[in-house]
Each structure stands twice: as C-alpha cells, then as structure tokens.
C-alpha cells in the first residue's frame, strides 16, 4: 500500500510499504475511510523535533475494521470504529481514572495517513458504531479522533462550566475545536485569540462571541477590558510556545484554571510566578478514549459538525502538498482521501 | 511596646517602637492574644530572601479589637477576632471568587510578633467570635490565622476528597496541618513524608495512616508501593524546593492534584515534564480568608485542635530564641506570649 514516510525534516513522501499485519493478539486492521494531518505532524516536518529515522506519519483515523487479533473482544470485521491517537488498555488503574492517555500500556499511533492501519489494544482503544455512517459524517468522525478529542480535553482540563467565560489561545485547528468544546460545554462568552480572518470566522461558527487579534501585553490589555478587569475563568492553551504560555497565564484571573494541549516547545515555568500567579493547570496528551463514546454520539446526532476543521482535501499521493499547506499556514487542516 | 525586628539575615531583636495607630479609616488595632512564628519568616532570617530594610516581623494573629477607624462596620472593640496573613477587601471580584489572597487591594500582613497590630481592611480580613473565647483556645485560633489555612488551602488546592489517597510532602507545621485537613476533608489514605520522629507522631496525631521516611527515588518506590503501584489522587506540597517539588510530580498519580503552598524558592518546571506527567496544578498564598469561619467554627466546637503544633511557647522578649530554634528545626512552631 501507499503510506507516508517523513524522511527528514521537510522531506516528506508518499511510498509503497508492505499491508500492516496483526502483529499481537490484541491487535486489529482498519481499513481508513479517511486519514489527516496533525498540527504536532509539523514539528517533526519542521525539524523542531529529531527524526533518527524514517518516521510513518499519521495518528488519527477512523474506518472499518478488517481483521482482528484472537483476544480481541469487542470489535469485529465490517464494524466502523473511531479510536484515540493514544493506544490504551482502558482497563488500568490510570485508564478507569479517566486518563487513558498515561495508560500503563501507552503507546502512540502512528502510519495512519495510509489507507490501512494496525491498531494495538484495540478493545481498549476502539469505539464501535452500531452501523457504518454515510460518508458525509467521515470527516466529523474523523476528527473526534484528536483534533477534536484534544480541544475537548483541553476545555474539560481548564474547567469549562455553564456560564463561563473563555480564552482559547491558538487559531489553529485545536484551538478551533476548543472554542467547539467550550460552546458544548455550556460557556457564556468564548473569547478567541486569532489574527487571521478566515479562522476567526470559523471559530464564530464554532461559537467564539468575542475576536482577540491582538497578542502578548495588548492582547491580555483586550482580555481584560472584556472581562471587566478580572480576567477568564478558563484559558485553553492550544499552541504550547512560551508565548503562548504568557498568554494564557496573563489572561486568566486568580483561581481560574488553563487547560494545555499544545506539546510545549522550548517552555519553562518560573516557580514563583506560577505560585503567585495562583492559577490551576492541568494539561498533557488529551485522554480521547474517555471522550469517544459522547463525542461520536454527538456527531452521529447531528449536534456538532467538527469536519468543518478540515478546509482542504487532498489524495493521499498529494501528502506532500498538504503538510506544506498547513506548514505555511493557508491551510487550518488537511483530510486525506485514502 | 517590644516588637520584633529583622535588622539582618539571623539578627532578629525585641525592640521598643511606638504603638501602632489608626492611619486608615478602615483599620482596626488589635491587642494579640499570642502571636508566633511562621516558617516562612526563616526564608529572610535564613538569608535567602533579601532584607533591604529592617523588617517588622509577625503575619499570624488573633486578639481583642482595641480601637476601629470611622469607616469599620463589621467588628467593634471588644471582640475577639481572627485575620488572615492576607489582608483582603473581601469584595473583589478574586475575593468573591474565594481567592482573597489575590484581592485587588491585597496587602500582606506585617508586624505581629508585637502585642498590638493595625489590620488594615479591617472589614474584609477580620472574623469575630460571639464570644472571648477561653484562653486555652487561643494557640488553635492563632493557628487558623495562616498555619492551618494554609494546609487546609493545599489539601482544598490538591482536591482532596471523601476516600481519597493522599501524600503529603514537608513535615514543617504546614505540612501537619494539611494532615489534619486531609482527615477532615475525609482522605481514606494519608501518608506522611517525614524523617522526624517527633513530627512522625504528630503527624499520626493529625490522621496520618502511613510514614514514609525515605525521600528522593526510594521515597517515591516507597509511595507507589502503599497505592498499589497507582501512585496519589492527591499531593500535598509544603516546602517549596525543587527537591520537594520532584516528590510531590513523581509520588502523584496521572491526572492527580498537587497543591502547593510553599513559597518556591529556586523552582522551576519544564514544560514538557509538566506536560507528559498530566499532573493538575494549583497553589499560591493561602486564601485563609475564605476558610475562616469554617475553621474557627471547627476550634471553637472542639472538632480539632491545631494548636498542637506549637511544641514550644516563648515569651515575646525571647523571640530569637524561639527563630533559632526553628531554623535549627528543634521547634516545629513557636508560639510568643505577647
């Protein structure tokens, strides 16, 4: 089959590999009714992350089961099924707190920007639907995965509650979900920090009452000015730069709390500042497992459209041009047509 | 009146200044009952925190009102009142919210190892009983004042909850108090970082069901062995190293709380550490404030007696006797008869 290779920074390829096979009896084989690109994709791409060696590309991914392992319990072939970018038993102690993205049996998906893809644990990390949706739900589906799932955890990590009032720092697709999640979630005013005009106009759609443009001292200065001086109840941090730390730790009032999903990069915390600062965070790799059976439910009701996210298609063969679209910015997300 | 001076690092004196005064409308001038000393004031006496100017020493308080300015409302003199360390309007919109030590007005208390102090906010720091309380109240009511508001506010930070696992780093005189709160707050588990047998017993005096002694990689080993291997829903951390703070990430459990209530000193976190261990963060000068009656109501019914752990009373003349004995660690907490 076709799948993609990054073979060093910026060298990225679509390439004829053997099928993934069952590898451990607890394994399953997706067909992929779609794959996409991940803005963490990029650091790697970038360069800002080491690859020692070819990497196979892709996390997120939803699709059709063709083969199981033998121990596999609770999918079986011809069922679509949605799973989480984190391999996860969803039977450990860290798993039934509700944090199966520290499972104790982690590990990270990867080859999904493919058409086929071996899942490990697949009863703790698949999610079955009772039918195959038509395949104009794909795409939402598609980004319940991580896109989705990520932004989700990042509103549940910084507490969104009905009424709140919300900062999302990062336009990009996370953070595009995030202000998704923070509407769901009940909040009164969500507050969007993006400079470009196409991703504030989704990130109304998706619910934002409120523009930021600005950034660093006249960004939290507008911050403040809408929150009567007092700052946010919840900040969803979905970049993972310095920057965007400052951001959010200056636009959250004392006592509120900041969810962070964006892997930070080159990010220090002085002990001081966080302690006087007197804000709540909690962030990491979104636990999506917990999240898959409502979010998929929500889809496949109709409530929420996530695949809106996706403002480019592309084949597979044309991988390439799609991490360059997003690397430059002209494209938010990239689905790939398996 | 004899009031306690900080000229240097470790050259702490008894001096005779002029009594305090009214200077604000919304002050009052309280006639302590006993005042004592805070781990918190070895940091400048230690020298690790810089003393430009000699500093009027003393921020845990409790006594008689003698005198109110024009515009105080809610205490008169002749009540007895507790104040917290933070002095807080106690209307701000961060004081609504329950961190009054964020208020806008915040100021933090000085000058309470003395047998009279000026409170300014009068109104929104201080707490009045209906009654004098009996004299052998008065080390539990002090204690409310910062010590035990400081636990209770580390164990309230690392939401410690009915049944919950518990690990509390520090056995100073916050530490045993975030015992006694994890108790009261209903933890099933509590165990107690400490090598001090005197502080040990204490400690299990509090509510503490397990000690562990050993520190580092072996006291972590030592932690996940009594949670199965899980790790703690909930870490106290009450010291403010960096060492403490390695305790407190490793000895919590993936999606676990840490609250921390020691001033950090030296501290400071990598991102991604912060990010892959998935621990929820919260600390910061305790809002003793918002505990206040709640606590008080707890002493003056007998439910607990956190005075306990002054292990040594002093009169005021002999305060440097009683700082030496604390940084020499032969105290847990002095109390100063004023």
Known sequence: MLATILHKPGDIRCEEIAD?????PTDAIIKLSASCICGSDLWPYRGLQPVDRPMHMGHEYCGVV???????RTVRPGQFVVGSFCISDNTCPHC????????????????????????PLADGTLVATAEVPSADLVPDLLAVSDVLGTGWYA?????????????????????????????????ERIVAMSRHESRQKLAREFGATDIVAERGEEGVA?????????????VLECVGTMESFDQALACSRPGGTIGYVGVPHGVNFDGQRLFFGQKRMLGGPAPVRRFL???????????????KV??????????????CAMDERRAIKVLLRV
């Open 155 to 187: 509103a549940d990590a910084a507490e969104v509650r009905e009424g709140s009032t919300v900062v999302v720092v990062g336009d990009g697709a996370v953070g595009l979900m995030g202000v998704l999640a923070a509407k769901e979630m009940g909040a």
């Open 310 to 323: 996706f403002d480019l298609q592309l084949p597979l063969a044309e991988v390439a041009d799609g991490y």
């Open 96 to 119: 039934r707190f509700g944090f199966q993205s520290s499972c104790v049996q982690r590990e990270f998906m990867s080859g999904a920007q493919a058409p086929y893809a071996r899942v």
């Open 20 to 24: 993934p096979k069952i590898l451990q």
């Open 66 to 72: 063709v083969e199981i392992g033998a121990e596999v």
């Open 293 to 307: 059976p409502d979010l998929m439910d929500r889809v496949l009701k109709g409530k929420i459209k996530p695949g």
């Open 222 to 234: 507008r911050v403040k000015d809408l929150t009567g001086g007092v700052g946010a109840d919840s």
